[in-house]
């Protein structure tokens, strides 16, 4: 969109403070752990704000922004300073693009003004998947993309909200934040104002393509122009105009073309084999393929190196897809997918739509001139699941339960799989025959990243993390069978999978011995108890025992979740000159003290949190509506004397009136020097 209304700009200081007060880094451990709010910059996860200017571009502004978020989100990259991609080729090769280095398609071209065309997104999902970019901000727009591109693109998700309410369609933008680091996100724009509603602004807007980067709960509905919200809460958006690099728009707004990026270094993949067009989806319905496939001669394989089909991406449209995948090798009948030898079938579920990667467990060898075939077969409970297709000419097909026919029929169709291919070097050693030792065999609960140390060798050898194989870690925190998945580099290729074993521990650890109580309470419900412990029997009276049970997000790490603990009765006196406790039940915290009877009782006490890690073993004191009492000799033994009281009140008036006289020294002095 170009950029109509900046007289409405309205920057609140607050703003101001907010882009220049530094905060918390965010932590999210678990992408069930969403926070009342995120914002990516403080991860260093965003690059610059880029001006589009004149130009119609905010969707490739929007994409670059969300592709270079998630690139530092998921660590392909790790200097955001160093990372500048250029939002206008991506535009140009949309419309304007060369034909792919394998030679399967003859490129797209339209005569039209790329700066001034408007898009979508999608636009830009659909030509990265063929891996015409992205590309550096230096290259020259029309410099062929697929050539000087910086990263493969493996994935874009659709996150489709149309179905969903308005809390589950924000939940669920949440959570692909939380995993991509960014989205893509269309509203109608009327306007520039720091928080922004549009769903009220009685100006006519244009579609304006954005990025989220975060999302704040805790702004108040009152706070958007041009009138109040319905609830609480805005996303974080990164803008492609300097004049509001970045503002809050309101959770009531319509929300559309929501896309998510995954790339990988170039180093991942070689090769992609592809028909498919850079043009629209338009008759993915009416063709209304279930069962499709592409057949492709291999062309890179040589005398020194094999080539080998590592994952397969599928344009898909549905929710919550089976997708199968079936891969023949040596295929006889180019008409016939079947007609060779079948390597591998392997199923994934993909909760969203888009161009969707399924990596494969085991890399499928194909040689030089021959062809192969891919088919995949998709389905789900609605039953309005398919693969996408585009105009274009190649070996596609689609399967009608008894026969194999060309997609399309008088017009050319073809479907949108792909296979990417590696080269990997007759001489390298497969990882998989590594040797491995593990330092530690004996793992327990707690509540941090279990982290083995692991070695590997090749007959006898010792190999070396990050020079000759690279290691992820999955499922390694909570009690259960944890992953290390080794993946081989340099003179070593293929991956190996290593299990380990995280035992429950055997209980958390309690943050109470005891619990010092007023004679007022009469159920164990009566008596508070920290955060993530109930009574085990609330309704019971109270005796001298009781059994608390812990309750936290973890319980279910630790064998044992129980434990008793002392309840203690103060004993307290009918004629007292004390001041009272607290008038309801409460917890002191640590190192509070409260006088009962001629006692003084001292309690210290560690709030838990859901980890329970490292908590120590204190008195929980518990005061109720009774007024604490004692003698006159236990006042004077355990409370300030009045003498001291006295002594305070005269220190502090000291302290103010030198202040006030200081004051009117200066003001003095001030006066006369002028």
């Known amino acids: 969109m170009k950029k109509l209304f900046s007289f409405f700009l309205i920057v609140p200081f607050i703003g101001y403070l907010f882009n220049n007060i530094q905060h918390s880094k965010n932590e999210i451990s678990n992408i069930n752990d969403i926070p009342i709010s995120y914002d990516a910059r403080l991860l260093n996860e965003v690059t610059p704000v880029r001006d589009q200017g004149d130009t119609n571009l905010c969707w490739a502004y929007s994409s670059i922004n969300a592709i270079e978020t998630s690139l530092l989100h998921n660590k392909t990259i790790d200097d955001n300073s160093a990372l500048i991609l250029s939002p206008t080729s991506l535009a140009y090769h949309r419309f304007k693009r060369n034909s792919d280095p394998l030679g399967n398609t003859n490129g797209d071209y339209q005569e039209i003004n790329y700066l001034q065309s408007s898009?979508?997104?999608?636009?830009?999902?659909?030509?990265?998947?063929?891996?015409?970019?992205?590309?550096?901000?230096?290259?020259?727009?029309?410099?062929?993309?697929?050539?000087?591109?910086?990263?493969?693109?493996?994935?874009?998700?659709?996150?489709?909200?149309?179905?969903?309410?308005?809390?589950?369609?924000?939940?669920?933008i949440k959570e692909a934040i939380i995993e991509y680091g960014a989205v893509t996100f269309s509203y109608y724009n009327a306007r520039e104002t720091y928080y922004y509603n549009p769903k009220v602004d009685k100006l006519d807007g244009v579609s304006h393509a954005v990025t989220i980067i975060g999302w704040d709960d805790n702004i108040k509905a009152d706070s958007f122009v041009p009138g109040a919200a319905t609830q609480d809460g805005a996303w974080l958006i990164k803008n492609s105009y300097s004049s509001l690099p970045y503002f809050y728009l309101s959770y009531d707004n319509t929300s559309s073309n929501i896309f998510a990026f995954k790339l990988a270094n170039l180093r991942k993949y070689d090769f992609n084999y592809f028909y498919d067009s850079s043009l629209d989806d338009g008759l993915s319905f009416s063709i209304n393929a279930k069962t499709a496939s592409n057949i492709y001669q291999a062309k890179k394989g040589d005398a020194d190196n094999d080539e080998y089909i590592n994952a397969?991406?599928?344009?898909?449209?549905?929710?919550?897809?089976?997708?199968?995948?079936?891969?023949?090798?040596?295929?006889?009948?180019?008409?016939?997918?079947?007609?060779?030898?079948?390597?591998?079938?392997?199923?994934?579920?993909?909760?969203?739509?888009?161009?969707?990667?399924?990596?494969?467990?085991?890399?499928?060898?194909?040689?030089?001139?021959s062809f192969y075939s891919v088919i995949v077969s998709i389905s789900?409970?609605?039953?309005?699941?398919?693969?996408?297709?585009?105009?274009?000419?190649?070996?596609?097909?689609?399967?009608?339960?008894?026969?194999?026919?060309?997609?399309?029929?008088?017009?050319?169709?073809?479907?949108?799989?792909?296979?990417?291919?590696?080269?990997?070097?007759?001489?390298?050693?497969?990882?998989?025959?590594?040797?491995?030792?593990?330092?530690?065999?004996?793992?327990?609960?707690?509540?941090?990243?279990?982290i083995p140390k692991i070695f590997l060798f090749f007959k006898n050898e010792l190999l070396e993390e990050n020079k000759d194989y690279e290691l992820t870690y999955l499922n390694n925190i909570n009690a259960g069978k944890a992953t290390i998945l080794?993946?081989?580099?340099?003179?070593?290729?293929?991956?190996?999978?290593?299990?380990?074993?995280?035992?429950?521990?055997?209980?958390?650890?309690?943050?109470?011995?005891?619990?010092?109580?007023?004679?007022?309470?009469?159920?164990?419900?009566?008596?508070?108890?920290?955060?993530?412990?109930?009574?085990?029997?609330?309704?019971?009276?109270?005796?001298?025992?009781?059994i608390i049970i812990y309750i936290g997000k973890d319980k279910d790490n630790y064998f044992d979740n129980e434990f008793e603990i002392s309840i203690i009765k103060q004993i307290s006196s009918s004629n007292s000159s004390l001041p009272s406790t607290s008038s309801s039940t409460n917890i002191i915290s640590s190192s509070t003290s409260f006088i009962s009877s001629s006692n003084s009782i001292s309690s210290s006490f560690t709030q838990p949190n859901d980890t329970s890690s490292s908590l120590s073993s204190s008195n929980l004191s518990i005061s109720s509506n009774s007024q604490s009492s004692t003698s006159t000799s236990s006042q004077q033994n355990t409370s300030p004397s009045i003498d001291s009281k006295k002594?305070?009140?005269?220190?502090?008036?000291?302290?103010?009136?030198?202040?006030?006289?200081?004051?009117?020294?200066?003001?003095?002095?001030?006066?006369?020097?002028?």
């Open 486 to 546: 080794v993946k081989g580099i340099d003179e070593y290729y293929g991956e190996k999978i290593i299990y380990f074993d995280i035992e429950k521990k055997d209980k958390p650890d309690c943050p109470i011995n005891n619990i010092i109580i007023s004679n007022n309470e009469k159920f164990l419900k009566d008596i508070s108890l920290p955060n993530n412990y109930i009574w085990k029997n609330p309704d019971s009276l109270i005796q001298n025992k009781a």
């Open 312 to 369: 397969i991406n599928i344009g898909i449209q549905g929710l919550n897809s089976t997708v199968k995948v079936e891969i023949y090798t040596d295929v006889q009948d180019t008409s016939d997918p079947r007609s060779g030898i079948k390597k591998l079938e392997q199923e994934q579920i993909f909760e969203d739509e888009g161009y969707r990667l399924l990596k494969l467990n085991t890399p499928v060898k194909i040689n030089k001139n």
């Open 119 to 172: 898009g979508s997104p999608s636009y830009c999902a659909t030509l990265l998947s063929q891996w015409c970019g992205p590309v550096n901000v230096s290259t020259p727009a029309n410099q062929d993309a697929f050539l000087s591109n910086e990263f493969r693109f493996e994935e874009s998700i659709h996150i489709k909200t149309d179905d969903l309410n308005l809390q589950d369609s924000i939940k669920k």
């Open 647 to 674: 002594l305070i009140i005269i220190l502090i008036s000291g302290i103010i009136s030198i202040t006030a006289i200081f004051s009117i020294v200066i003001i003095i002095t001030f006066k006369k020097g002028k």
């Open 380 to 450: 789900n409970e609605e039953n309005n699941a398919i693969i996408l297709v585009s105009p274009g000419s190649g070996m596609s097909y689609k399967y009608n339960g008894n026969y194999w026919t060309k997609l399309g029929g008088y017009i050319s169709y073809v479907a949108r799989i792909k296979a990417f291919t590696s080269l990997v070097n007759n001489e390298k050693i497969d990882i998989n025959n590594a040797e491995v030792n593990m330092e530690n065999d004996n793992f327990i609960y707690s509540s941090a990243p279990i």
